[in-house]
């Protein structure tokens, strides 16, 4: 098949157009959520046509951990922990090893429904007993039914947004990502469209887009015979209505096994398309009034539509679908400092993936690498106006703050940790996550006035911190600046962030004060933060016995997570390996100190630095071997394996109380357990929060001290 002649992408051509695809992703998955698996029948009777977000009406929040952008955004990242093989392709059994990276089980990216019931359950179990994939994935060894669902379509788009203009290569990575978990007709859909958007970076045919697609899967599949089916009936129809009755009428749920079976969502999609190929807004209207999978469907054909129209086709029209989003993303996985996310992070994060693949060099962080910049069209990145009468939107490369009242006060804040919506979050799936920012890290706001300010405004850092009630309180910088008329040179307002009662930051951003009537705007050129953390956990008394915001600022991948008056951290794992991780990979030079840290049960057990999933991160273990000799070692986990750096006999027993010291300096790390000093030199981790881990057993720890080093 031809694909559609180009000359490649400017880096600001592909930067655009993926940050559209980004967004018409989140938008679909945000929009279908909350009556995901309704009949078109019921969605009717109860919502009407959906031409906008229901998500109130329904009483639920607009942004949900789910399955969608999880895996979409989390899967993708195989791409950093794995190299290519000799033909140029991400193998099925390198992907299937980032699952288990990326993967909490029972928690995390999946719907958990049971080994045979829910396929990437299914496909999880089989990676966890040693069958790799595609193994994992196969007919053979799940059946057809199980293999067959709709899953691995749903997490594709990342692999076409790493391979632009390059549908070849985007079928490729899809077959072998799909068949970590699904086979036979779900792979060849997940190929199909991801062959059609990489492609839709250069063509918004949907024919063409859709011949290209078909190009590379048997012209004999199910996939391929029912499109030419619909690609007919909606030439004869000129009406999506009937059309979809007569995709329901010979290719409904009714006529295939499972419970979200591949080809009747894969259809509704492709007649979406058919139907609204210049329209995001009909389009989503279409495929959500549709029914069935509605956040899986709509969020592939918000991801190709954006990708076909740009940024300005896909949303000039109705440019209000992006402002209840905010950029906003969640996604949950093992790396929880990755979890509270948004579109522009992601936007770079997948340019830079696949220019990575073209051997061509990163682009860097625009503003001297500042966590937000506000630079690409319309991006607030989570910015919000969280108090105040005001508003908040990107213009002139920054964040426009706008008073839209006489004096008083703004606070315009965006999400660093669990949201508070998390207690009102409907299920199933859960949100894995770590705070972004912590005590001693340094915060930087770069504000100017606008040239029509009328008034001077005074400027504060402010952070939202939980308290004990799980409501948030606001902590102010004792730093401030005031912008005045006339002034619209850039001033920088710095704060250190203060040890605080142990709860986690809810937000960041910054408040504005007037006491005049202040007209006019305040721009936020960017906001950052620096430096390594610098802090003391605390375990508030008012968490012990209950499930908190608290416990929820830890990524925890163990059997139990209990608690004692005299710890501040006590894991149990039932069988194999556990682990508790805070931090994010910004955490590169700093000391982890645990004081009385008791194994109470086990032979292994320790803590972690520098993690960067459940099976990537350097230790200090206690140990003991098969000969019943005790020791303490240094270990790298590297996917299945656990590599020994340094060891020295150590003798240690059940309920001893150590003091240990690990820290991470460059490429050596350092551990300190009573008199023995270790040291081993590694340069694969460069960052990564801290853990503590416990292998068949429990471990507890008293005192928890994060210091950087120099």
Known sequence: MTTAATTPLSDSEYLSRTYAGVLGKLIGVYLGRPFEGWTHQRIVAELGHIKWYVHEQKDVPLLVTDDDVSGTFAFIRALEEHALDKAGVLPAAAIGKTWLNQVVERKSVFWWGGNGISTEHTAYNNLKRGIPAPESGSIATNGTTVAEQIGAQIFIDGWALVNPGDPAAAARFAEQAG??????????????????????????????????????????????????????????????????????????????????????????????????????????????????????????????????????????????????????????????????????????????????????????????????????????????????????????????????????????????????????????????????????????????????????????????????????????????????????????????????????????????????????????????????PEYTVVRPAEVQGRMSFWDLAWVQSVSNWAWTPATTLFIGQDEGEGLVVQGTREWTDYRVSMGDVI?????????????????????????????????????????????????????????????IVLEARGAEIKATVGDVVLTASDEQYAGGGFGLVVNDGSVSAGTVRIQPVD
């Open 179 to 532: 068949k970590v978990s699904h086979d036979g007709e779900s792979v060849y859909a997940a190929q199909l469209w991801a062959a059609m958007e990489a492609e839709a970076y250069v063509s918004s045919d949907v024919d063409h887009l859709l011949d290209v697609g078909l190009s590379f899967i048997p012209a004999q599949s199910i996939i391929a015979r029912a499109i030419a089916e619909v690609r007919a009936w909606v030439k004869e129809d000129g009406d999506w209505l009937r059309t979809r009755q007569r995709i329901q009428d010979k290719y409904g749920y009714d006529k295939f096994p499972g419970f979200c079976h591949v080809v009747p969502n894969h259809l509704i999609m492709v007649m979406s398309v058919l139907y609204a190929p210049d329209d995001f807004s009909l389009a989503m209207e279409i495929v959500n009034t549709c029914g069935w999978d509605t956040d899986c469907n709509s969020g592939n054909v918000g991801c190709l539509i954006a990708l076909m129209l740009g940024l300005d086709g896909a949303f000039a029209a109705k440019p209000e679908w992006r402002a209840p989003l905010a950029d906003r993303a969640l996604i949950s996985s093992a790396d929880g400092g990755y979890s509270i996310n948004n579109a522009a992070r992601l936007t770079y994060d997948v340019v830079n993936m696949g220019r990575a693949l073209k051997g061509r060099p990163p682009l860097p962080q625009p503003k001297d690498g500042a966590q937000f910049h506000f630079t690409l069209p319309g991006s607030v990145q989570g910015f919000q106006v969280a108090e105040g009468d005001g508003r908040a939107y990107q213009a002139d490369g920054a964040l426009a703050i706008e008073f839209t009242s006489a004096g008083g006060a703004v606070e315009v804040s965006t999400g660093t940790s669990a949201p508070k919506d998390m207690e009102i979050m409907p299920g199933p799936y859960l949100l894995c996550s770590t705070p972004l920012i912590y005590p001693g890290q340094k915060l930087k706001a770069v504000l100017r006035a606008s040239a029509e300010l009328a008034a001077p405004v005074t400027a504060r850092i402010r952070l939202q911190v939980f308290n004990p009630e799980h409501e948030p309180k606001p902590v102010d910088s004792d730093a401030s600046i005031t912008l005045t008329p006339g002034d619209t040179a850039l001033h920088e307002l710095e704060w250190v962030i203060p040890q605080g009662n142990g709860w986690p930051i809810l937000s960041a951003g910054v408040l504005l004060r007037s006491t005049n009537a202040a007209t006019g705007k305040v721009y936020l050129d960017s906001f950052r933060w620096t430096g390594q």
């Open 599 to 659: 194994v109470r049960y086990g032979s292994r057990a320790g803590v972690a630095i520098r993690v960067q999933g459940l099976r990537r991160w350097y230790a200090v273990q206690l140990a003991t071997d098969a000969d019943g000799s005790t020791y303490v070692a240094i270990v790298k986990a590297l996917d299945e394996r656990r590599i020994e750096l340094a060891r020295a006999p150590f003798r240690w027993a059940i309920d001893e109380s150590h003091d």
